[in-house]
């Protein structure tokens, strides 16, 4: 059974930076992609990045702030996020798939970001 469960998600302040987490079971972790998506409050959900064998993508409006990285050793994948924004603030999930999965796909339960000062 596929898992996905993420966690860090926190209030932080604009310019501050988090580390989300995505702890996984259930599938070959080192051979799919994974991405993270997210959700603003009243937004429809936007791709954030994708990560796999070939290399990692992202949105243009996070490329140099954050940065998505993966522990084989404990099946994990984490999103590093500085420099945040108001508009960052979200709901983020990650989700079995690449960037054009669809929302019906193995995703966590979700970890809400809120940025504001």
């Known amino acids: 059974q596929v898992q996905l469960v993420e966690s860090g998600g926190d209030l932080v302040k604009p310019g501050g930076s988090l580390r989300l987490s995505c702890a996984t079971s259930g599938f070959t972790f080192n051979t799919e992609s994974l991405s993270w998506v997210r959700q603003a409050p009243g937004k429809e959900v936007e791709w954030v990045s994708t990560i796999n064998n070939v290399g990692t993508t992202y949105r243009d409006s996070v490329k140099g702030r954050f940065t998505a990285s993966r522990d084989f050793s404990k099946n994990t994948l984490y999103l590093q996020m500085t420099a945040l924004k108001p508009e960052d603030t979200a709901v983020y999930y990650c989700?079995?798939?690449?960037?054009?999965?669809?929302?019906?796909?193995?995703r966590g339960q979700g970890t809400l970001v809120t940025v504001s000062s």
């Open positions: 989700q079995l798939g690449g960037r054009f999965s669809p929302w019906s796909s193995p």
